[in-house]
């Protein structure tokens, strides 16, 4: 297979086209021209895109490094002859891939190539898987060294032996070890040792059903003596209570009768004379009210008395002061009439009349004033302040007999809220030997002991029924020593096994190690210049540069010039033989070589030309010169 066209919508490139020559063709451009670019993009035509990578710190993901600076979608065309056809291949983007979209078909007349898809073109044309194809035919700026690929060593085992696919040697050993590490990984992990703790566990499953059933046993002892010993207390509990209940009859019986004595001895209820139902403070204010009522009664009867003694004499000296004016104006009367001295006998007539007047006015107002003081009705003299003393006296003493009456009846209530009856049984009972207050405590405790042997026989029975029945659980051990002892068995056997691997393995090595190393060290040869004689090439594909009898020297050891020799010599010989089909894709691979390590390499790389195409990516112009002096076609970006 090789490449005719590509035509490229990729990172930088828009619309870029690249027609390389059949075989060896330098493509020259300064850096970031696209080299990588172009490089990146026939990985992409032939593998596609991984969607799963993610950017990271130091690391962008192809579907981002290589988004088209246009802004454009991202697509490619690829023209390659293939099986002596000319097809092309067409990738573009979906809605979930910038290049999960493909064709293929012959370029003459459109149509489909059978058996190429999008996630099978690659293996087709290069004969290797991605993986592969990365590890030998594709070389990225400063990837020479190859690492151990499980996909490469089964390709690189299967062509130096048979020429067919096989399985990679290190493919069936991890088989064959995950195989066996299922069984016993080490002392912990694998079937053997879940199968020995199953057993373990189930001997120790059956000891503790042994145990549990022992247990049930003593529990099962001690649940019927705690019984019985409860219904013996609680038979003495029983006749302390009715001894109790004796004795509250008794005190209720007291209570009872002492109750109705002082309902008896509480007075009638009656009305008093005086004072009817009045308390005593009432009745004591009230004698004191009527007390103060008659004397002062008495009282105003004495001052009536006195005033009106007084106003007796004002009557008595206004009478004689009315008669003695009487009389002197009679006189007078009677001389003027005598001596005709009419007008001395007018005024003495009028004055006698005057003074008769209003001595008979006084007379009348001073009589009016004595009705008026007549004397008041005095109260009788009843004592109220005795009577009332000697009814708050018998208000007091009826009080304290209801009193009493009260706090009897409220120890009879009392009594009888607590189950006293007035009847009672004839029983003759005897005390128990222990207390009530000790009798009520081991009862306590034997019910609490009682409650833990319960408790604990649950458990034991739950524990038990968990455990299953003893039949099942011999059963079930039969069953694990028998898959152990098979598992033991395939332990054993898987061993054999990998030891045979092991030993096939060599002898594999020693048919395909000689041919890749002898191909490799040729080549290494030929790029120093005979300098190096050959290389050591380990299954991980490490290398060792010798030099005639000196001993071998790793490549860590190298100058770095020499160092990439190694790495390509590997590459090439790797490519030659795990994928002979594919271009091989250089990208400033001889970027570390001098001038006369580039020569020697690019001599090295026409000669396999001849057998392969190449793509030599460079930013230097010796490469350039080197191809231009030789008729080697040279593209410039």
């Known amino acids: 297979m090789r490449i005719k066209k590509l035509t490229a919508a990729f990172g930088a490139l828009d619309g870029a086209v690249l027609e390389p020559g059949p075989g060896l063709t330098v493509i020259t451009a300064p850096n970031e021209a696209g080299k990588s670019t172009w490089a990146g993009f026939w990985k992409a035509m032939l593998y596609g895109i991984d969607t799963r990578e993610r950017d990271k710190t130091g690391f962008l993901a192809d579907k981002t490094r290589y988004q088209p600076w246009s802004g454009a979608p991202m697509a490619g065309e690829a023209q390659v002859e293939w099986q002596g056809q000319e097809i092309t291949l067409r990738r573009f983007p979906t809605r979930t891939n910038p290049l999960g979209g493909f064709e293929a078909v012959y370029t003459a007349s459109g149509d489909p190539v059978p058996g190429l898809t999008a996630a099978s073109v690659g293996e087709q044309l290069t004969g290797v898987g991605r993986e592969a194809y990365l590890r030998s035919a594709f070389v990225g700026q400063g990837g020479a060294a190859i690492g151990s690929s499980r996909e490469l060593e089964a390709r690189i085992a299967a062509l130096a032996t048979s020429g067919e696919e096989e399985v990679a040697y290190s493919a069936v050993e991890r088989t064959l070890k995950d195989w066996r590490n299922r069984r016993r990984a080490n002392r912990a992990n694998g079937l053997i040792p879940q199968l020995e703790e199953k057993r373990a566990q189930l001997d120790v499953t059956l000891q503790e059903m042994e145990q549990a059933r022992r247990r049930r046993a003593e529990g099962v002892q001690a649940l019927n003596r705690l019984e019985e010993e409860q219904r013996a207390l609680r038979a003495d509990l029983d006749i302390w209570t009715r001894i109790e209940k004796h004795e509250l009859n008794r005190r209720y019986g007291e209570a009872y009768a002492e109750w109705e004595r002082a309902r008896e001895a509480v007075p009638e209820d009656r009305p008093h004379p005086l004072f009817g139902t009045m308390s005593g403070e009432e009745a004591w204010a009230l004698a004191q009210e009527k007390q103060k009522e008659r004397e002062a009664t008495l009282e105003e009867n004495r001052r009536r008395k006195a005033r009106r003694a007084e106003l007796e004499k004002s009557r008595s000296f206004q009478w004689r002061m009315g008669q003695l004016c009487g009389g002197l104006a009679a006189a007078l009367l009677l001389t003027g009439l005598l001596g005709q001295n009419w007008l001395l006998a007018v005024l003495a007539g009028a004055a006698a009349l005057i003074v008769l007047g209003i001595s008979w006015s006084r007379q009348k ?64 009972l005897y005390p128990p030997a222990r207390s009530k207050q000790a009798t009520a405590a081991r009862l306590s405790a034997a019910e609490r002991e009682l409650a833990q042997v319960r408790e604990a026989l649950a458990r034991t029975e739950g524990s038990l029924a968990h455990m299953g029945s003893p039949e099942a659980l011999e059963d079930r051990q039969g069953e694990l020593d028998v898959q152990l002892t098979r598992r033991l068995a395939e332990y054993d056997a898987l061993t054999t096994a990998l030891d045979a691997l092991s030993a096939a393995n060599d002898t594999l090595r020693q048919r395909f190690s000689p041919a890749l190393n002898r191909k490799a060290g040729e080549l290494f040869t030929a790029l120093t210049g005979g300098r190096w004689k050959g290389l050591t090439l380990a299954r991980d594909f490490s290398a060792q540069a010798q030099a005639g009898g000196a001993l071998p020297r790793p490549a860590l050891a190298l100058s770095t010039g020499t160092a990439e020799q190694l790495y390509l010599a590997v590459r090439l010989a790797i490519c030659s033989m795990a994928a002979p089909q594919a271009p091989l894709v250089l990208d400033d691979t001889l970027a570390f070589f001098d001038d006369a390590r580039c020569a020697q390499a690019l001599d090295c790389l026409q000669a396999l030309a001849g057998e392969r195409q190449i793509l030599l990516f460079t930013c230097h112009s010796r490469e350039a010169a080197w191809a231009e002096a030789r008729g080697v076609p040279v593209l410039r970006l």
């Open 365 to 428: 107002s001073t009589l009016r004033q004595i009705n008026e003081l007549a004397l008041l009705s005095v109260p009788e003299d009843e004592d109220w302040l005795a009577q009332a003393a000697e009814y708050r006296e018998s208000l007091a003493q009826a009080a304290q007999a209801q009193a009493a009456a009260d706090a009897a009846r409220r120890r009879a209530d009392d009594l009888a809220a607590q189950g006293g009856r007035l009847f009672d049984t004839l029983e003759l």
